[in-house]
């Protein structure tokens, strides 16, 4: 009888070593760059990609586009990226790393979401598809399946410029 009263307890321990986790890793990101998770995506993603437009930069981070847009906009008033008319067609305008945003980059060391992203993906596909099952299961019992969320480790409003103990 003590066992399954213990199991509530080891689970909440286990939810709350995430949510540090992932406000620690916050923070430091923060500290360390100025960014926070989402406009590190964002950066990351431009990285990658190179000159995208905002609806892709949505698409590909899973946020709003005016999510995108504020993030956009505090990430050009950092001068870390820039916006530009497309030169084929003037109506599209495209967002781009700039040499500084790079440099941002280029500094940042790997966040909690690429480390877990990197072990994610070396687990087998069963292993993979139970953790997503049961933290699909957590989310219904904490009744938050309606919450908006993106695919990003990161604590408070996406769309913040950075974390509040920070300012």
């Known amino acids: 009888m003590r066992d399954m009263q213990h199991k509530p307890d080891l ?14 890793n916050a923070r430091s990101l923060s500290r360390g760059s100025g960014l926070t998770p989402s406009q590190f995506m964002i950066l990351r993603l431009l990285g990658r990609t ?3 437009v905002p609806s892709v930069i949505a698409r590909e981070v899973s ?7 504020t993030l956009v906009d505090k990430l050009a008033a ?7 008319r497309d030169t084929t067609d003037k109506r599209r305008v495209l967002v781009c ?5 790079r ?15 990197a072990g994610f993906s070396r687990l087998e596909e069963w292993e993979q598809s139970y953790i997503i099952a049961a933290l699909e299961r957590v989310t219904a019992i904490l009744g938050a399946e309606e919450l908006d969320a993106a695919p990003v480790l990161d604590v408070g409003p996406i769309d913040r410029s950075r974390l509040p103990a920070d300012e």
């Open 11 to 24: 689970a909440l321990i286990a939810l709350r070593q995430i949510m540090r986790a992932t406000d620690a």
């Open 50 to 52: 190179g000159d995208i």
């Open 63 to 69: 946020l709003t586009q005016a999510t995108v847009t």
């Open 78 to 84: 950092r001068a870390l990226v820039e916006r530009k």
């Open 97 to 101: 790393l700039t040499a500084v945003g």
């Open 103 to 117: 440099e941002v980059l280029a500094s940042t060391p790997d966040t909690l979401q690429e480390r877990f992203v």
